[in-house]
């Protein structure tokens, strides 16, 4: 029963996407800067809460979630599984991802959803962009990351949408801990890695 709840949820939010695209794309950018946009209209409390999911094609509660579900989310939606992808390059090159949170061995429940395995992921699939405070250098679809402190590290991540702000930059999906919103933050925080990942599914 929760395979075809999870199997349900991808069709609605993939139907959900081509619903708010006015014309048909083809790039894929945009198609995920959609995804992530879609993800606006739904309701997520901010719990980063440890939980068994299924795998593959697990998640959390559809109302729970951080920011790096945000970019899962958004991603499964055109197809791509990154719960599937960063564990299985974890498991076959786990020495090559940071050791952060004292793990002997690969967790296909959580590693997906913590920010520094994404940059890693990204970074060996050789998506990773110059870090740049030029708006132009952002296009819709990209994932940036960003460090929320000035003293420490609090690793944050979000999505560039196809909307810009009265100033041309940018607006980012994300969820900094109040939802999943569309916000002007670009360059509110330290910007600490900028990527366009977009595989065919």
Same mark, same amino acid.
Not at 45 to 57: F, H, L
Not at 83 to 90: R, T
Not at 137 to 154: C, E, H, I, K, R
């Given at each position: 029963?929760?395979?075809?709840?999870?199997?349900?949820?991808?069709?609605?939010?993939?139907?959900?996407?081509?619903?708010?695209?006015?014309?048909?794309?083809?790039?894929?950018?945009?198609?995920?800067?959609?995804?992530?946009?879609?993800?606006?209209?739904?309701?997520?409390? $901010?719990?980063?809460? $440890?939980?068994?999911?299924? $795998?593959?094609?697990?998640?959390?509660?559809?109302?729970?979630?951080?920011?790096?579900?945000?970019?899962?989310?958004?991603?499964?939606?055109?197809?791509?599984?990154?719960?599937?992808?960063?564990?299985?390059?974890?498991?076959?090159?786990?020495?090559?991802?940071?050791?952060?949170?004292?793990?002997?061995?690969?967790?296909? @429940?959580?590693?997906?959803?913590?920010?520094? @395995?994404?940059?890693?992921?990204?970074?060996?699939?050789?998506?990773?962009?110059?870090?740049?405070?030029?708006?132009?250098?952002?296009?819709?679809?990209?994932?940036?990351?960003? @460090?929320?402190?000035?003293?420490?590290?609090?690793?944050?991540?979000?999505?560039?949408?196809?909307?810009?702000?009265?100033?041309?930059?940018?607006?980012?999906?994300? @969820?900094?801990?109040?939802?999943?919103?569309?916000?002007?933050?670009?360059?509110?925080?330290?910007?600490?890695?900028?990527?366009?990942?977009?595989?065919?599914?």
């Amino acid at each position: 029963m929760t395979r075809l709840v999870l199997i349900a949820f991808v069709l609605v939010s993939f139907v959900a996407v081509q619903a708010l695209s006015q014309e048909r794309t083809s790039e894929p950018g945009e198609l995920l800067a959609l995804a992530a946009l879609e993800r606006t209209s739904h309701h997520v409390s $901010y719990d980063g809460a $440890y939980r068994r999911i299924p $795998y593959p094609m697990g998640d959390v509660p559809d109302d729970r979630g951080v920011c790096s579900d945000v970019v899962v989310r958004s991603y499964r939606a055109i197809g791509i599984d990154l719960q599937v992808l960063i564990h299985e390059d974890m498991r076959d090159h786990f020495s090559a991802y940071p050791v952060l949170w004292g793990l002997a061995a690969t967790d296909s @429940n959580i590693d997906h959803r913590r920010v520094p @395995n994404i940059r890693r992921f990204l970074e060996r699939q050789g998506a990773q962009l110059p870090v740049s405070r030029a708006a132009d250098d952002f296009l819709p679809g990209d994932v940036v990351t960003w @460090n929320l402190v000035t003293a420490g590290s609090l690793p944050h991540t979000g999505i560039v949408s196809s909307r810009v702000s009265k100033d041309s930059v940018p607006l980012i999906v994300h @969820n900094i801990g109040s939802g999943t919103k569309l916000e002007d933050v670009l360059f509110a925080y330290e910007i600490t890695g900028h990527y366009r990942y977009l595989p065919s599914p």
